[in-house]
């Protein structure tokens, strides 16, 4: 992987080729508001960047982003239990 050379200088990007930056605009986008508290946010001094995404905003576009170090997001609650199967299940392990 080749270092930055466009507005995260020093720092590793896959986007960087020998011709330059290869993301669209050739250069990483800054972060959105909704970033602001992520450990993945990168101060430099052009301004603050995600280190995982080049364009952080359209993370946020259709919910929360799921690189987000700051957000707590909530369990998925088990599955259903279907009631005939568990009652087969009781007492197959009865039988043992």
């Known amino acids: 992987m080749l270092k930055c050379a466009t507005v995260r200088e020093g720092s590793e990007c896959v986007f960087m080729t020998k011709t330059g930056c290869g993301y669209k605009g050739a250069a990483c986008q800054p972060i959105a508001e909704e970033c602001k508290g992520c450990q993945r946010v990168v101060e430099t001094a052009s301004g603050s960047y995600c280190a995982s995404c080049p364009e952080p905003a359209a993370k946020w576009k259709i919910g929360s982003c799921n690189l987000a170090t700051h957000i707590t997001r909530a369990v998925a609650s088990q599955a259903k239990i ?4 568990a009652s087969k299940r009781a007492s197959m392990g009865k039988g043992k």
């Open 82 to 85: 279907n009631p005939l199967k």
